[in-house]
């Protein structure tokens, strides 16, 4: 598949999305939005509706200026409370639509605004379906002082770590990569990284998965529950 044509199915399930929530817009709708390039691409689908709904919370700053740019109206989530609907993207999504997430480094923030959501609609081109896991690295966001400890911790979990060289996450953190292990049981391995002193959070979204994957493929948008 080119480049181009991935672009096209991500720009279709992004409007498959707005189609998906179009009818539960109401006034007072908070929407929760993911980041990454096909969210970035239901930001512009959305744009055209910014008048029938409240507004949404973002998951990463640079969703927050691009749904400010398309005169969406951004808010607190401790303002907002409860969310109806979440609509993000993954870098891997399997059959139960357990993910991986933050490709793009904003997984803390992307994982606190799905848990605060009812639905979770993940949208992605037919290239993130996955029969298991870890194919793509695993990020896991670090305190910067645990970097060392936290990637020694994980080479004893089977895992190859890598430091994302360069890159901070909106929440001060860095990015450690983790290669050359698939996962046999996505909820387990959540859990079990998550209790490394030192991890902020790491990309297995097992325990809230997707709710609803409008998945782009050659042959239109699947809507897979
Ligand atoms: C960012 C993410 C994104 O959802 C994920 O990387 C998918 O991105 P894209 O839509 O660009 O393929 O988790 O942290």
């Given amino acids: 598949m080119t480049s181009q ?74 303002q907002a409370g409860t969310l109806s609907v979440y609509v993000d993207g993954a870098d891997e999504i399997d059959h139960d639509f357990a993910m991986i997430k933050g490709g793009g480094a904003a997984l803390t923030r992307e994982k606190i605004v799905a848990a605060c959501a009812k639905e979770f609609i993940c949208i992605a081109d037919g290239s993130k379906l996955v029969r298991q896991l870890g194919g793509f690295p695993l990020p896991v966001e670090v305190i910067p002082m645990a970097r060392s400890y936290v990637a020694r911790e994980m080479v004893k979990l089977g895992f190859s770590p890598v430091y994302r060289q360069g890159v901070v996450t909106d929440n001060g953190h860095q990015i450690i990569d983790l290669f050359d292990q698939l996962i046999d049981d996505a909820r387990e391995m959540e859990t079990r990284i998550n209790q490394i002193a030192g991890v902020v959070t790491n990309g297995l979204f097992a325990h809230r998965g997707a709710d609803l994957l409008l998945l782009g493929t050659a042959e239109g948008v699947q809507r897979l529950i």
């Fill in 5 to 78: 044509d991935q672009s096209e199915l991500k720009r279709a399930v992004a409007q498959a999305a707005v189609q998906e929530i179009r009818s539960k817009l109401r006034r007072d709708t908070v929407l929760g939005v993911g980041s990454g390039s096909t969210v970035n691409l239901f930001i512009e689908a959305l744009a055209p509706l910014r008048d029938d709904f409240a507004g949404a919370v973002a998951s990463s700053t640079e969703t927050e200026r691009r749904l400010r740019a398309a005169g969406i109206e951004v808010f607190d989530l401790n």
